[in-house]
């Protein structure tokens, strides 16, 4: 069973950034999903940024596109943020892969891995 786990969440102001990381308890083949979900108290779970790693295929939601870029490690970085950024942030792979391209791996249904979580928190 892969392991996920995050890495360099915390409190920055506004306009600031931050760089998240993904590390995998073992080797996961390129010709993958790998991906970014956030979730705020008292709302549901919004999917950010993904990638199909073998051909760096990158997709992006409207809400961080411009802002936040993900990369073929599953780190993600983030800048320009903003305090409505403000959540617990996970990472999360899988092989099934629907087709070899970001947008697939956006709107795929399910994940079977995912990390613990980490918490990012944007002062105004």
Not at 59 to 80: E, H, P, W
Not at 85 to 95: E, F, I, N, S
Request: net charge neutral.
């Amino acid at each position: 069973q892969v392991r996920l786990v995050e890495s360099g969440g915390g409190s920055v102001q506004a306009g600031g950034s931050l760089k998240l990381s993904c590390a995998a308890s073992e080797y996961i083949d390129s010709r993958s999903c790998m991906g970014w979900f956030r979730q705020a108290p008292g709302k549901e779970r919004e999917r950010l940024a993904f990638i199909y790693r073998y051909f760096g295929s990158v997709y992006y939601a409207d809400s961080v596109k411009g802002r936040f870029t993900i990369s073929q490690d599953n780190s993600l970085s983030m800048n320009g943020l903003k305090p409505e950024d403000t959540a617990m942030y996970y990472c999360a792979a899988d092989l099934d892969v629907p087709a070899p391209n970001g947008a697939a791996c956006y709107a795929k249904s399910e994940y079977k891995y995912w990390g613990q979580g980490i918490q990012v928190t944007v002062s105004s």
